[in-house]
């Protein structure tokens, strides 16, 4: 589907969207426990319903209903097929998990999750004592279990995914582990994940995010749990604001382990009118320059602080591009190619995303099949001087399903274009 976004002003009250990430640990969570578990305000992205299916397929008992789901968990496989669809982080995560079984799995995926290497995942596995087998470094693999407690060394510069999965598999290992990690990144990430299994009743030594020590033996706690808000879909809500509105976010939490919170201090540092209120969050309309912000540890932010660059007086420098490369597209380049299709002028040298600010005109511009850069072209439209058509825009099911319709609701004129 192609979709034209029209200039305009955002403006009204929206409740964030919920967290794909905390409800695809959760998910897990619920699924290693043995007894009933309820999830509240569960997320219908497309990642959030691969790890749904997973479970399934694993052998969770699922009843939903439509923001609340009951899961009873346990392993009793129903397929030896699990499709993780485009989501990074359910084909790393469940990979730990299904290997606790003895069974073997077969992991499949599709899109940009095809390209990804999986070559990590095998080596942290085999340390394990889990049989991994890739033809190419890439989807299809397949794992066989039992996993086993023991010490493995991880490499987490690329994502800290796998360590997720790591951390939520091993303590019901019969023996201790440890694994030692080194250039971690995305450590809020591993702070939520901790959080999460601390919330089920799982205890794990962290040593300065680089060895964590996992007793074996554990018992997940069913209980019920309700997903927060997502920072990194309200990261899209509140730069529309700054950009060209007069908005309240509600639903997201301002204590979250969340990294991608960071964009509130960004905002700040490009001169926004933010206000922050205990229940919500309010943005207006206002003059913005250029910022230097560092976001190896949110590379999500990315694409948001893009469409911030375009409107900011000057030229904004955001560090961290080599954490974009195995995104759903080789995102700084699809940002550097859609933003200039916008006449903003777009480097990328030495690990760092140089934008300069200008006049925004309206083009055509490429989604790329990624959901954060058919979002982030949606909010370039708003102060642009002509519309922005974007091609293939299905692709934001993959974390905000009602990105679009949320945004019309707000004021901003959307339609349907050949």
């Given at each position: ?19 794909k ?42 009843v939903?209903g ?10 009793l ?27 073997k ?74 694994i030692?990690?080194?250039n ?29 020590k ?22 899209f809500?509140l ?37 922050i ?7 207006h ?7 230097l ?26 560090h ?10 080789n ?5 550097q ?40 072209a949606?909010v ?8 922005v ?12 399903p ?6 019309n ?10």
């Amino acid at each position: 589907m192609n979709l034209q976004c029209h200039p305009g002003n955002i403006e009204g009250t929206i409740n964030a969207p919920p967290s794909k990430s905390l409800t695809q640990r959760a998910l897990a969570a619920a699924f290693l426990s043995k007894g009933t578990s309820g999830l509240f305000k569960f997320s219908h992205s497309n990642d959030s319903l691969a790890a749904l299916d997973i479970i399934k397929n694993l052998g969770a008992e699922v009843v939903a209903g439509g923001d609340e789901i009951t899961i009873m968990g346990g392993f009793l496989p129903k397929s030896k097929q699990l499709k993780c669809q485009e989501s990074g982080l359910a084909m790393r995560m469940f990979a730990p998990i299904a290997a606790l079984h003895e069974n073997k799995f077969t992991f499949t995926g599709e899109g940009s999750l095809l390209k990804r290497p999986v070559g990590l995942i095998g080596e942290a596995l085999s340390q394990l004592g889990v049989e991994f087998t890739s033809e190419d470094g890439l989807l299809p693999f397949t794992v066989k279990g039992p996993l086993r407690g023991g010490n493995a060394m991880i490499d987490g510069s690329v994502s800290s995914q796998l360590l997720t999965g790591l951390l939520l598999a091993l303590p019901l290992t019969e023996s201790d582990s440890q694994i030692r990690v080194s250039n971690l990144k995305s450590k809020p990430y591993v702070s939520m994940t901790m959080k999460l299994l601390a919330d089920f009743g799982i205890y794990i030594e962290n040593h300065n995010f680089e060895l964590f020590k996992i007793p074996g033996q554990q018992k997940y706690n069913a209980r019920d749990y309700t997903i927060e808000g997502d920072w990194s879909s309200a990261a899209f809500l509140l730069v529309a604001g700054a950009i060209n509105g007069n908005i309240k976010v509600k639903g997201i939490q301002q204590d979250s382990l969340q990294s991608d919170k960071e964009i509130l201090h960004v905002l700040q540092m490009a001169g926004a009118d933010l206000k922050i209120h205990p229940d919500f969050i309010e943005i207006h309309k206002s003059e913005l320059h250029s910022f230097l912000f560092d976001a190896t540890h949110c590379p999500d932010l990315f694409p948001p602080l893009a469409a911030l660059a375009a409107y900011c007086k000057g030229t904004s420098r955001i560090h961290g591009v080599e954490r974009l490369i195995h995104k759903e597209s080789n995102r700084a380049m699809a940002i550097q190619q859609e933003l200039s299709k916008t006449g903003i002028k777009v480097r990328i040298e030495d690990n760092i995303l140089s934008i300069t600010g200008g006049r925004v005109k309206g083009a055509f511009v490429n989604s790329h099949n990624d959901h954060r850069i058919a979002m982030m072209a949606a909010v370039l439209a708003l102060g642009s001087s002509g519309p922005v058509s974007i091609h293939d825009t299905e692709c934001v099911a993959k974390s905000y399903p009602g990105f679009f319709s949320d945004l019309n609701n707000l004021g901003i004129h959307v339609e349907e274009i050949l």
